[in-house]
């Protein structure tokens, strides 16, 4: 049965979250808005609140290596799990690394709780269902670095023999743009790089649904009419700015259907929704303009992503997705600019928002380019120095 849910919030409330345990210290705490600590007395006080309640849902499933249990009291949540990752078929069997108990019906303000010793992750007052995606992934993003594993908030997909990588803040085009019809797609938001090349953290996806039809977005929508008829569609806040639209990467005729190893990317792109229109559409870049643009996450946020932003907004976000990247910066940039030389990937940083006149590249436009940088390595020039230029002044500001 498709499941429909309006949610309160309408987007994520990462502002809400607090750590708590020993491993607190390894956080990043220079960005406070999302990497509080908390004491371990409020911690159990709000674990007690929720052991109160009966949970309808008892979900497990394995993703990068780990383990993740997920109790919740709400059907549509229990459908997005299962659409997300791959739930195993007798969760007593299995042993859990990590625990999250999730509560639809507490009457409190959005509250995120992670015991990073305890490894648990509560989450209450909110029905938005991205807490619990997002969830799994910042406690992934905790935990692979200490063994050399690079997780990103990236799409990934292989055209031409080529394995490609596609960072961008959440709205600013990764699931549209890597689920070009002539793709084949391996994520289209979660993966991570260890020593042998990527793998994909989900078996689901979580696409905008604004704007959707067979024309513009030829596989989502294929994808979505499937996921109808499979009866497993979970539909998200119809009608708003970031309604969004759940299924199983099994709906997507042009994926990969199950976790695999794939080559090291040939191709990274990070994308800019750039509402200046400072920034070219296309260019290569490389050294420390890799660095500063990936340790910045120079973009704009677009209503609905998270609670309380309505209108789009010029916006840093660290690793193209700091609420989710809980530990210094420099660990990660440090992973990836070692896995780029080690590898030898092209870099291009790619304008999905506004040209010098305020209007937004056509999506066909921006599709045209990214083509051209995997077919032909266009652009061949680099402007490295330039494009950090233009981000130092845009900073500066």
């Known amino acids: 049965m498709n499941l429909e849910i309006t949610t309160n919030p309408s987007g994520r409330s990462p502002e809400n979250k607090v750590h708590y345990g020993n491993r607190t210290r390894y956080l990043d705490l220079s960005r406070p808005k999302y990497n509080k600590v908390g004491k371990d007395l409020d911690y159990w006080e709000f674990f007690e609140d929720l052991n109160d309640y009966d949970y309808k849902h008892y979900l497990k499933f394995y993703t990068s290596g780990l383990c993740f249990s997920v109790m919740t009291n709400d059907d549509r949540h229990a459908q997005f799990v299962r659409n997300m990752f791959t739930v195993v078929d007798n969760p007593n069997e299995h042993t859990s690394d990590w625990k999250i108990i999730h509560n639809t019906e507490l009457k409190s303000q959005p509250r995120i709780a992670v015991h990073l010793d305890e490894q648990m992750m509560l989450i209450a007052g909110t029905t938005f269902l991205g807490e619990i995606k997002k969830g799994v992934f910042s406690i992934l993003s905790f935990e692979l670095p200490e063994q050399g594993i690079l997780p990103m908030h990236c799409a990934a ?54 704007g959707l039809t067979p024309d513009t977005h030829k596989t989502i929508y294929d994808a979505v009419e499937l996921a109808k008829k499979n009866e497993c569609l979970v539909i998200e806040n119809p009608g708003e700015p970031n309604a969004r639209l759940s299924y199983p990467i099994n709906c997507v005729e042009n994926a990969y259907q199950a976790p695999q190893e794939f080559n090291h990317p040939d191709n990274i792109f990070f994308l800019t929704m750039d509402a200046e229109g400072v920034f070219p559409p296309m260019t290569r870049i490389s050294g420390e303009a890799v660095r500063e643009f990936f340790e910045t996450g120079y973009t704009s946020a677009m209503p609905g992503t998270e609670n309380g932003i309505k209108e789009i907004q010029r916006t840093l976000s660290p690793c193209y997705g700091s609420p989710f990247m809980p530990r210094q910066v420099k660990e990660y940039s440090d992973l990836l600019i070692k896995k780029i030389e080690q590898n030898n990937c092209n870099v291009f940083l790619v304008n999905t928002g506004m040209d010098g006149n305020g209007k937004r590249y056509p999506l066909s436009f921006t599709r045209q380019c990214i083509k051209a940088s995997i077919d032909f390595g266009i652009p061949r020039e680099d402007h490295s120095k330039e494009i950090l230029q233009d981000l130092k002044e845009l900073l500066s500001k």
């Open 157 to 210: 997909f292989t055209y031409e023999n080529k394995t490609n990588l596609m960072f961008g803040l959440s709205g600013t085009g990764k699931t549209t743009l890597s689920s070009d019809p002539d793709y084949k797609l391996i994520s289209d938001d979660e993966v991570y790089w260890h020593d042998d090349g990527i793998n994909m953290i989900e078996t689901g996806c979580y696409a905008k649904s604004e």
